[in-house]
């Protein structure tokens, strides 16, 4: 089994700035990268950005290019999600999720955390 934990969610005016943290254990060996999605209300669970873990290569969805960063620590376990220049329509329930190998989408994801929820006021 492997537990992601996330925090740093919140409250924050438009065009301020977020870091998102993804806290990682138990059995991650199977799992050699990590994703960020996200969740509006009333709106499908969407791809924001993946990182695997060994080589540190990244993927972003094309409408967080140049504004989110994704990046990781091995040796915490932990990755994080940098986010600049926020917008209203970014605010929604973030998630981390850990695959086997990295895609975009939800299916390919077999562990997820419980969400943090990031607003963004204008």
């Known amino acids: 089994q492997v537990q992601l934990v996330e925090s740093g969610g919140g409250l924050v005016q438009a065009g301020g700035s977020l870091r998102l943290s993804c806290a990682v254990s138990g059995r991650t060996d199977s799992q050699s990268a990590m994703g960020w999605f996200r969740q509006a209300p009333r709106k499908e669970r969407e791809f924001v950005a993946a990182?695997?873990?060994?080589?540190?290569?990244?993927y972003y969805a094309d409408f967080v290019k140049g504004r989110f960063t994704i990046s990781r620590d091995n040796a915490k376990n932990t990755v994080y999600l940098q986010m600049n220049s926020l917008k209203p329509e970014d605010t929604a329930v973030y998630y981390c999720a850990a695959a086997p190998k990295m895609g975009w989408r939800a299916v390919q994801y077999n562990y997820w955390g419980q969400g943090t929820q990031v607003t963004v006021s204008s």
């Open positions: 990182i695997s873990w060994s080589a540190g290569t990244t």
